[in-house]
C-alpha cells in the first residue's frame, strides 16, 4: 500500500452518526406494528377456513354436478323405455289393424 | 459459538450505527439521506433480526442493506457526485478545512466524482477495509468487476488527486526539500 492508499484510508475512516440517530431508530422501532402472536393465530385461523371452505365447496360442487349426470341419465332411461312401449304398442296397433283389413277383404 | 448468539438490536444499533451511516453518507454525499437510510436499514435489520445468526452475519448483512439502499436513493435522485459534495458543504456547513488532513477531505471530495460502481468499490475497500472477495459478497458482483473497478477507481482519483492538489504536491514537495 503507497501513500496515496495510506492517505485514502485516513479519509476514509469511519464518520460518527449523528448524535440522535440511535433515539430515532428507537422511537420508529416502538412505533412500528408488529404481528402479535395472538394476531398471527387468528391469521392463520381464518386462512385455514377459507382453504377449508373452498375445499368443501370443490368437493360439494363435484358431489352436485355427479348428481345431475346421474338424474340425466335415469331420464333419458326412462324416455328411452317410454319410446321402446309406444314403439311396441304401435307395432301391435299396426298389426291389429292390417289382420282387421285382410278380414275385410 | 455461533449457535448460542443472540440478535440484541439495541446494541447492533450501538455498534454499527457509524458504519451504516458512513457508508450512506459516503455513497450519497447527503447527511440528512444518509441519516434516512440508516434509519431504514435499521428497521430493516429489525424485521430480518430472528434470520442473523452469528455477529459476523448481521455486521455483512447491514453492509450489504446499506450499499443496497444507498444505490437505491442514489438512483432516484440522479445526482452527481459533485453535486453532492457542494450540496453537503452548502447545507451541513462542513468545510473541507475542518478535516484533519487537506489532501484527505479533498480526497473524500474527488471520491464522491467517481461512477458509483468505483466509488462503492474504494468505500468498502478503504472505509470498510474489505477484500476484493468480500467486497463481491457484499455488493453481490462478480470479482473480476470488483478488481476492475478497484484499479479503474484508484487509478481514476490518483488521477484527478494529482491535477487538483498542486498545491498539496507543491507543499510536500518543499517539505520533502528541506
Known sequence: ?105 | MAHDWQPDFEQLVDEHQAMVFSLAWRMTGDRGLAEEIAQDVFMELDKHLPKMETAEHARFWLRRVAMSRSADALRRRRVRGVDLWVEMEERHGIKLEERSSPLGARLEQLLTTLPEAQRAALVLRYQEDLTPEEIAATIQAPLATVKSNLQRGLKLLRAKATSHLKEYVRVKEQLGGV
Do not use: Y
Not at chain 1, 464518520?15 to 433515539?23: D, E, I, T
Not at chain 1, 368437493?59 to 338424474?71: F, G, L, T, Y
Open chain 1, 1 to 105: 500500500m503507497d501513500e496515496f492508499e495510506q492517505e485514502l484510508r485516513q479519509a476514509m475512516e469511519r464518520r460518527p452518526a449523528p448524535p440522535g440517530l440511535k433515539r430515532k431508530v428507537m422511537e420508529r422501532r416502538r412505533r412500528a406494528p408488529r404481528p402479535q402472536g395472538n394476531a398471527l393465530w387468528w391469521q392463520r385461523l381464518a386462512a385455514t377456513v377459507v382453504l377449508a371452505a373452498a375445499v368443501g365447496g370443490a368437493v360439494e360442487w363435484d358431489a352436485h354436478i355427479r348428481e345431475e349426470r346421474q338424474r340425466g341419465e335415469a331420464a333419458r332411461e326412462q324416455v328411452l323405455t317410454a319410446l321402446r312401449i309406444t314403439g311396441h304398442a304401435l307395432n301391435q296397433m299396426n298389426a291389429k289393424l292390417a289382420a282387421h283389413g285382410r278380414a275385410q277383404e
